[in-house]
């Protein structure tokens, strides 16, 4: 399955200190972010630099999570944000402008950090990304520039693992749609509900073991799954049954779990001929990347039956979701939202300001990405 | 909290010989009913009765079971149902008429066995029930007449504690809410959908940690919560903290499981004082039965927001539930399902005709319920 072509970048590997093993919240929900730092320095200190010494850190369009809690999210006193999507001049010209003054760029999943944006920028050492996945940076070209790059670490493993889970025991149980049922007043005027499906006992096929893929797993051994993989190449920490060929592991499993990273080698990974070989009693989850499933050969399936059911995070073309879906009980869907919890993005502004600085005071990196030559096919 | 009045009844011991360590679905979803015999004798084997000879199992109503797989669903070639439910005559004379040939009793949630039922039955020697709660038994007769009574054992054991998990992720990551927001089309027009809340770190109090509580931790565990709980008293095996009162419990969690059986003790166990103790960041979540929180405290602290939500399988007065909940994206529902599956059905069948064939044959029950003194107050 994964045979192809070079050159290919190697799984994610951090030193992240945030252990998911960690208890993160230790009282009770509310967030805590009394670490947040004025962008102001303050006047009676005047031993720090002012703030127009400080070092840029481009960003091309705002995270996720600048837009939820505001542009002071990830703020420093050790640097400042350059905010293209501020300037009224095209990208190109904007990078051109400030060519000498950028050595970091900021990133997320809805700006491409392409080869292109990567020329323009001479001075570039950078690139911290706030999200799980890598497929919008042109990782071979920051190999070949000796361009560094620091990802979100495992820090949004627990929450997409969490998620799998509660996707597939929806779709397993009919949760949401049982919902739907008491809520819109039809228990009493209808009354039985359709039965469900046992999880215990299932045979859940994980499509990339990595940091997600792990998680998940140890979550569904606690509910008495049984639990095999395909991956790059088998996992010698694991002792779940490897797949090589991602088809038969479809064909031997009642729920297929797609965790694993949108490479060239994944995209339309899960075809017809491994929908088919999942058949008509199985599950899909994806929480990973959309394009890794055939969206339209999946959305046949689904309408046509020749599939159980289905729980997506992400899709195709995101925020567009086949209307076709919208009806299904079967199907269970979520914004693209899997790793979207309060926890986790405070996590995130710890380990983002923590790359930036660290990068800006010669430091190592938390969650530096080893970039070699082996495709990046990991959860 | 636990103190109190005589005679309880304790909690249900089991011999059940279906583990749920086994997988009961070595294979795919479709339920297998195969066991199925028919009601009616085959005429070329002589040596067996005729069904006229066999003894009579007493029905007042009929359980889910039967409405949603068919009066077949128990059969046997050992006894034969005595249906109330299908005569014009009331209760008390159709009892009446058949009180010399009624030595057992199929029963169901739905249905009470009352102390004036059980005394129109001076053979009645046998009571089985296909629900996992005994509330609807008058277990003190029971002892008094020296009436056995068969539970569903640990059957529904997984199954609740699966809805549990789905219930508890579903309103910390706002599920069946994401769920909704995409399938009504507002991610491309809405945009950001609410943050969840993380399960890791969360700190879980589970009220009953008999057989579905500790399923409940098992699997919480695997996400990285921290589980404490209250019982009537301390269990030796488990190393979990342990509160004897409810409302200590309350105040120490994220989130509060109801898992316990209902009794006259546990009847509004969770009233205003435990709600307020649970405070404004707490989410509770009931797959016991509904009586054991005040329903209307409950909806009031929902509506006000002095708790963060509810994940609800079971109300008080079922089917009806309260109609303030049904706009409430921080609240989950399902119509009493927590155990609803095609393969707790199919170990409930096995179950039900073996404890009645056990009986008839005068070997020993497969999950007889201990009928002593104290309460019952287990999950």
Not at 61 to 79: A, L, Q
Not at 226 to 233: A, D, L, Q, T, V
Request: aromatic fraction near 8%.
């Amino acid at each position: 399955m994964c045979a192809g072509r070079s050159p290919y970048i190697k799984p994610t590997t951090t030193s992240c200190q945030q252990s998911d093993a960690n208890p993160r919240v230790s009282t009770r929900f509310t967030p805590n972010f009394a670490g947040l730092k004025p962008t102001t320095m303050a006047p009676e200190n005047p031993s720090l630099p002012s703030e127009n010494d400080l070092p840029y850190v481009l960003i091309l369009k705002p995270p996720p999570s600048f837009v939820i809690f505001g542009e002071h999210f990830f703020n420093s006193t050790k640097f400042r944000f350059l905010k293209a999507y501020e300037s009224p001049l095209p990208l190109a010209h904007f990078l051109l402008a400030h060519a000498q003054s950028v050595q970091a760029i900021l990133s997320s999943g809805g700006a491409p950090v392409t080869a292109d944006t990567i020329r323009l920028m001479p001075l570039l050492r950078l690139v911290v990304t706030t999200s799980q996945g890598l497929n919008h940076i042109d990782l071979s070209e920051c190999r070949r520039r000796g361009i560094v790059v620091a990802s979100a670490g495992t820090i949004y493993s627990a929450d997409c693992a969490d998620s799998v889970v509660a996707l597939l025991i929806d779709v397993l149980r009919k949760v949401s749609a049982a919902d739907r049922f008491v809520k819109q007043g039809l228990w009493s005027s209808q009354g039985e509900f359709p039965l469900g499906s046992k999880l215990g006992g299932k045979r859940v096929g994980i499509v990339g073991l990595g940091s997600i893929g792990s998680e998940v797993a140890k979550r569904l051994e606690a509910f008495g799954c049984s639990i095999s993989y395909n991956s790059r190449k088998k996992k010698p920490f694991f002792s779940y049954p490897f797949y090589p060929n991602v088809r038969e592991l479809a064909a031997n499993c009642d729920a297929l779990i797609i965790c694993c990273a949108l490479t060239d080698e994944t995209h339309h990974l899960i075809n017809k001929e491994v929908l088919s070989a999942l058949g008509k009693d199985g599950v899909i989850i994806n929480i990973a990347r959309g394009p890794i499933i055939d969206e339209k050969e999946l959305v046949r399936c689904l309408v046509e039956g020749e599939i159980r059911g289905a729980g997506l995070d992400v899709f195709e073309h995101e925020p567009d979701v086949p209307n076709e879906l919208f009806a299904l009980d079967n199907v269970v869907m979520s914004p693209h939202n899997a790793v979207f919890t309060w926890e986790s993005f405070e996590d995130l502004r710890k380990l983002v300001v923590g790359n930036l600085e660290a990068f800006f005071s010669n430091e190592p990196l938390l969650t530096p990405v080893v970039l070699d030559d082996q495709p990046h096919f990991s959860g």
